[in-house]
């Protein structure tokens, strides 16, 4: 690959790219804003959203699993030069995806005692939680609806739209969090209520634009609805199980911090939204590279997608270091910026000292799955996220913090990110000689 070609494919990562990650980033920002002005109203309410967040990761993959079906299966189809199926998929894709989180949605709610039981959740944490869900699961629906239409437009090539909208809703949130919170006196709800606005307001925007711009429609006649939904399912189910495992090893994870006490639940709450933070590139990697994988795969160009992943996982790796870098100097100030308690200042202080030092192995990792979903090997990206989690991360969490207490647990992150990180990046390669010498015509 010549210099030029170089220039050229870097400019069109960057194109695509960073739409996203302003989008990604305004989005964790009002997440972080969200867990900060939450963490006034004290301990309780804090521990409350993070016994939330194990749940939203289960929303969040159901909805990125059918996202990541749609971008596949969408963009294949376009590049097939049919326009009309690919609008029709787009409208299944919507009704599916809406039907399936409602349900999800309809089943945590009731089984909430069980689900609080099986995290370790204390009494006292009950009522607040009994408060928030009902109105925090309505914007979980709303935020799944925005995703799904986003996913719709990335599959057309189009990251500008939903990386503005990120930004415009996310500024909504922040700018609507005082108000309901402090100023209507709702407190943990009011953080809900604030968020189902922003989203309305998201969807009463994209929605219009995408039947504009006739990518999205609810004719099927000339639809083989039942072959469709086989077609996203093959995608989906493993995408879907991939993206599931993470918010099923949060709840162990959440478990295990919960043996330590609602400071290190409401800390570690506070940490996994500063952890989303600090990887937003890679994030937007993984939302704007399958598009452009996904072509190259169509066009059987093996040597661009080779030199394209190299690219991205260089640069996911010099990122992450000097992030951590600076992370580990500010430390102090950071944690006592982010909590008013010194009990969850001291958890987050002791995060920023172990864990960002893996989140490049971990940036790796996450952008090796979201390849091989893009490259129709989703078994292939189901395992690295099982060996991940469960044969990488999970085992060395416990292990450490047997060891040495709550600091154990960030020792075993640490650990088991960097592992996962070179697991990864070895089943890829594994991956790529076996496509080149299976596949004719891949050169």
């Given at each position: ?30 997440q972080l804003a969200d867990s900060t002005f939450i963490s006034q109203l004290g301990v309780l309410p804090l521990a409350a959203q993070g016994f939330t967040m194990p749940l939203q990761m289960v929303i969040i993959g159901l909805q990125v699993g059918l996202g990541i079906a749609t971008t596949a299966v969408i963009s294949r189809i ?177 478990k295990i911090v919960a043996s330590f006490g609602a400071a290190a639940v409401a800390g570690w709450a506070m940490v996994s939204r500063i952890e989303f933070f600090t990887i937003v590139v890679v994030l937007a990697l993984t939302m704007s590279l399958p598009p452009m994988i996904g072509r190259l795969f169509g066009a059987k160009d ?142």
């Amino acid at each position: 690959m010549n210099r030029t070609e170089t220039i050229a494919l870097a400019r069109d990562i960057f194109k695509q790219t960073w739409p996203m990650v302003f989008g990604i980033f305004s989005l964790m920002s009002f997440q972080l804003a969200d867990s900060t002005f939450i963490s006034q109203l004290g301990v309780l309410p804090l521990a409350a959203q993070g016994f939330t967040m194990p749940l939203q990761m289960v929303i969040i993959g159901l909805q990125v699993g059918l996202g990541i079906a749609t971008t596949a299966v969408i963009s294949r189809i376009l590049g097939q030069k049919d326009d009309n199926r690919a609008r029709q998929i787009g409208g299944l894709v919507f009704m599916v995806g809406a039907v399936g989180v409602f349900v999800m949605a309809l089943i945590i709610w009731f089984m909430r005692v069980q689900i609080l039981t099986l995290l370790g959740a204390p009494a006292e944490v009950t009522p607040y939680i009994n408060q928030y869900w009902p109105v925090w699961l309505c914007s979980a629906w709303l935020g799944a609806m925005l995703y799904f239409a986003y996913s719709i437009c990335r599959s057309h090539g189009n990251t500008f739209l939903p990386g503005i909208l990120m930004m415009a809703t996310s500024i909504i949130n922040i700018a609507l969090d005082p108000l309901f919170i402090f100023y209507f006196d709702l407190g943990l709800l009011g953080a809900a209520v604030a968020t189902i606005c922003s989203f309305t307001i998201g969807l009463l925007i994209i929605l219009p634009k995408l039947t504009t711009r006739n990518w999205l429609s609810f004719d099927w006649q000339s639809l083989q609805i039942w072959k469709s939904i086989q077609e996203i399912n093959a995608v989906m189910t493993p995408a879907m199980m991939s993206q599931l495992l993470p918010p099923l090893s949060s709840v162990f994870a959440t478990k295990i911090v919960a043996s330590f006490g609602a400071a290190a639940v409401a800390g570690w709450a506070m940490v996994s939204r500063i952890e989303f933070f600090t990887i937003v590139v890679v994030l937007a990697l993984t939302m704007s590279l399958p598009p452009m994988i996904g072509r190259l795969f169509g066009a059987k160009d093996c040597k661009t997608i080779i030199n394209l992943v190299k690219m991205a996982v260089i640069f996911t790796v010099i990122l992450q270091v000097i992030l951590a870098v600076l992370l580990f100097i500010f430390a102090a100030p950071l944690a006592a910026f982010f909590s008013a308690d010194s009990q969850v200042e001291s958890v987050i202080y002791q995060y920023l000292l172990v864990v960002p030092v893996s989140l490049s192995s971990l940036g790796v990792c996450m952008l090796m799955v979201s390849i091989c979903n893009s490259l129709a090997m989703s078994m292939r990206a189901l395992l690295i996220s099982t060996l991940r989690l469960f044969v990488c991360y999970l085992p060395l969490v416990w292990i450490a913090s047997e060891l040495w207490q709550l600091e154990g647990v960030f020792i075993g992150a640490m650990l088991g990110n960097l592992l996962a990180g070179l697991m990864a990046w070895g089943l890829y390669h594994n991956a790529i000689k076996k496509m080149r010498s299976n596949a004719a015509g891949f050169e």
